[in-house]
């Protein structure tokens, strides 16, 4: 044997290499295989539920790193609860209704026109289930555990029923209603939007000065005079029915060129100057109150334009008066509904012009706006027409701008329980604390809601109507259809005749020859989503409602965060959550948006193939998530960096503790040395601050203080110094068994405060950890603080012990710049100290050439009788000299007692002593 054999260096199978994306599917089989996600229900079983409830994505396409960012989070918060003291299930869902499934089949050949409704929404179905099982393969990539093979997903029948009850729930309490009003209209859908469907990009557009001729003034105006408006959207001038005023502002008459014209008295200059007035004479002031009634000639119609009065009115842009047209825009309806004005609109499905419309009828919308701007200059009424850019509403799926035009849809009405939903959402706990503001500012403002859509692939509005028109929503007939649903699916709605699908024997006033028809517009999809509470907290009895978080990206204020409080609030008078929490996006490393045009698309599972999924996670806990957030290879390269080192302090832990049986070998907090309990110390300080980051949503903190915790207490100090025991002393050295002890609990408590986060890595390391009999980290509990009592002192005594050790490093590292020294064990260290830094070493009692990691150490003098050649230090002064002796073969110290154990003349006396101690067969060769 050599005495390199007698030394006790770590033995660990747990691999250096992390190798995360082979070994990572071996782990996500193991899991399936002892069912995880069921074992842990089990275990949690009979503690406080903690429901954090899946907002569901939407089943087309590959993951992108938002749904990542997503679910990962999702995943950490699910993971610590039940590691926490709660039973915290995850049932992941997906949304699978609406316009994108539609438009998928149609790019792949399918021609819809061809088959019936119910054969292409079959297709839809297919289509969705495919979407589902690729997406739910790459979340399980990702690491995240759920109840995946028991997913909620918006077509099942079970949950179409329960979204029907929400409806009837809601027409119950007057809630719903038939109307026509304007809505955001896609042409290129040929549907009707909601506003979480509406999305901004810049349009040119042209913007158009037209006079409106006064027919009758009223005494206040002489017949003839102008009244100017302005507009950016010419093609809505064939709707107009009205000019509105603001009551309370000051409207001039002025003359130029022979003719009369009004407008607001702040716009007077800013007009003039658009239109190429060269001196306008102001020959009369009013206010917009005389000017109510006065009745001016539509521009090229023989119809009148009635003068308005509207609130609505600003002097922010144009002239102060107001084209108004009530069948395309809300401001417009509401306030012509006040003077009964029509709800003329002269648009189609499509975006073409009616035959309402005389002239223009067949042209696209914007194609009319030339001939229509045309018309205006041929009859002298146009004024001005120039071009701008600006922001415009598009449709979010079809990238194509959107109109407002009044049509018959069904509408939830916000006004009658807005109190009730403003009250909710303060009521709410928000994470960031702005959601609130943001949310209760969108409920304050936002108008009804438009919930049918003119699509096939939907959820069917369940209302029936009789021969005279009457429409049928009733408990009886909504019970009917929700019971239908649960059975047969929505499908049944367009399979069967309106009468086949009302209950058996129903009869109406308005049918006496008892025939009906049924309602052919589908629910909005975020009615779909918003009825999650219901189909799923409700549905499931592993649930419950309310949920204690929704957690999901910020625009979901107006998505799902918004339409489930909405329909929550409807059917059961509260939010359907306790707390809310959203996230920002994800950017390329430029802070660019993500886009296959740019080429700037990172895909998540392109990282998982190339580092794995627990570099992923962990670059999730590393980003202030709250806000959009960073992603390049540059930065995922920094975050396998620090995976790396982490996975070494684990694996550096794991190795020392070969020999180390915890029931046998465990020594108490009193049996440790002082610095000893001082990292049992810190280390409680990491878990508490760690534990306390994980309830408040906090990863980046959890973050930097595990990677600094494993960089700088363990791998620069502790583990450092550690090496001279635990590789040098007899197994069963005290000084060792107390290390030992120390990195256990370490250990231990490291593997359990990042599960959550490196999810595969915690069950990697876990295998190899003595003295465990869970099968899985998942099956514990995280660690508790402790409490020692003098942990004020320890801090202390050691952070200022540990500020002493940085300055001897540094000048040992100048002496090696220096050639004055190789390795640190060749060193001698001489400090020169003032009675502070005296007085602290002095109250050390372990040897403090170890922790310095040098073969000889001393206390020379005060610190003002340092040379001139000591480093300067606050409080002391080092020199660095090389250590007299000869190097010890066994520990590399070097020492002149080498030599002095003749039966080991090449060791150190304390090696000599282990070796006699413990390798009796060990030749003095």
């Not at 942990?791 to 002493?804: C, H, I, P, R």
């Not at 073969?855 to 480093?871: D, K, T, W, Y």
Request: proline residues 5%.
């Amino acid at each position: 044997m050599e005495y390199k054999d007698t030394l006790l260096m770590p033995k660990t199978d747990f691999p250096m290499r992390g190798n995360l994306p082979n070994r990572e599917p071996e782990i996500q089989q193991q899991w399936k295989d002892m069912n995880i996600y069921e074992q842990v229900q089990k275990r949690t079983e009979g503690r406080p539920l903690y429901v954090l409830h899946d907002g569901p994505p939407y089943a087309n396409g590959d993951l992108h790193m938002g749904h990542a960012l997503n679910k990962v989070l999702k995943d950490f918060i699910v993971r610590y609860k039940s590691m926490s003291g709660y039973q915290a299930p995850y049932v992941p869902g997906w949304d699978t209704h609406g316009l994108p499934i539609e438009q998928a089949l149609t790019n792949k050949g399918v021609k819809r026109k061809e088959m019936t409704i119910a054969e292409f929404r079959k297709l839809c179905e297919e289509y969705a289930y495919q979407q589902i099982n690729n997406q739910r393969e790459q979340f399980k990539r990702i690491g995240v555990r759920g109840d995946w093979e028991n997913p909620y997903i918006t077509l099942k029948p079970a949950y179409e029923a329960q979204q029907i009850r929400v409806f009837g729930e809601m027409a119950k309490k007057g809630y719903i209603y038939k109307g026509k009003k304007p809505v955001y209209w896609s042409p290129s859908s040929e549907s009707a939007l909601a506003e979480a469907e509406i999305e901004y990009h810049d349009k040119r557009s042209a913007s158009i000065y037209v006079s409106f001729d006064v027919t009758e003034g009223k005494g206040v105006l002489e017949e003839g005079t102008g009244i100017v408006i302005w507009t950016t959207t010419p093609w809505t001038i064939p709707a107009n029915l009205a000019i509105a005023l603001h009551p309370e502002l000051e409207y001039v008459v002025v003359e130029e060129s022979g003719k009369k014209y009004v407008v607001a008295k702040e716009l007077l200059g800013k007009v003039a100057e658009t239109v190429g007035w060269g001196n306008p004479v102001v020959t009369k002031t009013v206010k917009g109150t005389d000017l109510e009634y006065v009745k001016a000639k539509h521009p090229f119609y023989d119809r009148e334009s009635l003068v308005i009065l509207g609130e609505h009115v600003t002097i922010e842009a144009g002239t102060g008066c107001v084209h108004t047209a009530p069948g395309h825009g809300e401001d417009d309806f509401q306030v012509g509904r006040k003077y009964g004005l029509d709800v003329l609109c002269p648009v189609d499905d499509r975006g073409v012009f009616t035959g309402e419309a005389p002239g223009f009828e067949g042209l696209f919308y914007d194609t009319a706006n030339k001939p229509i701007t045309e018309k205006l200059e041929e009859v002298g009424a146009l004024l001005k027409l120039e071009f701008f850019t600006h922001s415009y509403p598009h449709d979010w799926r079809t990238k194509k701008p959107i109109i407002f035009r009044a049509t018959a849809q069904w509408f939830a009405s916000i006004d009658k329980f807005r109190e009730d939903l403003l009250e909710a959402v303060k009521e709410t706990k928000w994470v960031p604390a702005w959601g609130e503001t943001r949310l209760f500012n969108m409920v304050r403002d936002r108008g009804d809601w438009c919930i049918s859509r003119q699509r096939a692939w939907g959820v069917p509005i369940p209302v029936f109507y009789a021969e005279n028109g009457e429409e049928i929503i009733t408990e009886e007939t909504i019970d009917h259809v929700s019971n239908l649903f649960r059975e047969h699916g929505s499908n049944i709605w367009f399979e069967r005749e309106a009468a086949d699908l009302l209950p058996e024997g129903f009869t109406h006033p308005g049918s006496p020859n008892g025939r009906f028809t049924k309602e052919t517009d589908i629910m909005d999809v975020w009615f779909d989503s918003g009825s999650s509470h219901q189909a799923v907290l409700e549905e499931r009895d592993d649930l419950q409602r309310p949920a204690d978080l929704y957690l999901e990206g910020s625009d979901q204020y107006r998505g799902w965060f918004n339409s489930s409080l909405t329909t929550g609030v409807a059917v059961t008078g509260k939010a359907p959550y306790k707390g809310v929490l959203s996230h920002g996006f994800v950017l390329d490393g430029d802070g660019r948006k993500m886009s296959k045009s740019l080429g700037n698309v990172m895909l998540p599972s392109k990282v998982m193939n190339q580092l794995g999924a627990d570099i992923l996670r962990l670059w999730v806990a590393s980003v202030d998530y709250q806000a959009d957030v960073r992603v390049s290879d540059a930065i995922l390269k920094q975050v396998a960096e620090v995976y790396r080192k982490i996975r070494n302090t684990l694996r550096f832990l794991l190795g020392n503790l070969a020999d180390f049986d915890p029931k046998k070998d465990k020594v108490t907090f009193d049996q440790l040395r002082e610095v000893d309990q001082f990292m049992m110390v810190r280390l409680n300080q990491v878990i508490s601050t760690v534990k306390k980051s994980y309830e408040e949503y906090e990863y980046a903190t959890i973050y930097h203080t595990i990677n600094n915790f494993c960089t700088l207490d363990l791998s620069s100090f502790y583990m450092d110094f550690a090496k001279d025991i635990l590789y040098i002393e007899g197994a069963d050295h005290k000084d060792r068994r107390a290390m030992q002890t120390v990195m256990y609990e370490t250990l231990i408590a490291l593997v359990k405060l990042t599960s959550p986060i490196l999810s595969h890595t915690g069950d990697e390391v876990w295998k190899f950890v003595p003295g465990v009999t869970e099968d899985s980290v998942q099956l514990t509990d995280m660690p508790e603080e402790q409490t020692f009592g003098n942990e004020e002192a320890l801090l202390t005594k050691w952070n200022a012990f540990l500020d002493l050790r940085d300055d001897v490093l540094k000048s040992l590292e100048e002496a090696r710049n220096a050639k004055l020294i190789g390795k640190s064990l060749a060193a001698k260290v001489v400090l020169y100290a003032d009675e502070k830094t005296s007085s602290l070493l002095s109250s050390i009692d372990e040897d403090l050439k170890q922790l310095f990691i040098v073969s000889h150490f001393e206390v020379a003098g005060l610190l003002q009788e340092a040379p001139e050649n000591a480093v300067q230090f606050d409080g002391h002064a080092v020199v660095i000299t090389k250590a007299d002796g000869t190097t010890c073969e066994r520990c590399w110290t070097v020492t002149p007692d080498v030599g002095k154990d003749s039966e080991h003349p090449s060791l150190c006396p304390r090696c000599a002593k282990v070796v006699k101690e413990n390798y009796t067969d060990l030749s003095a060769e």
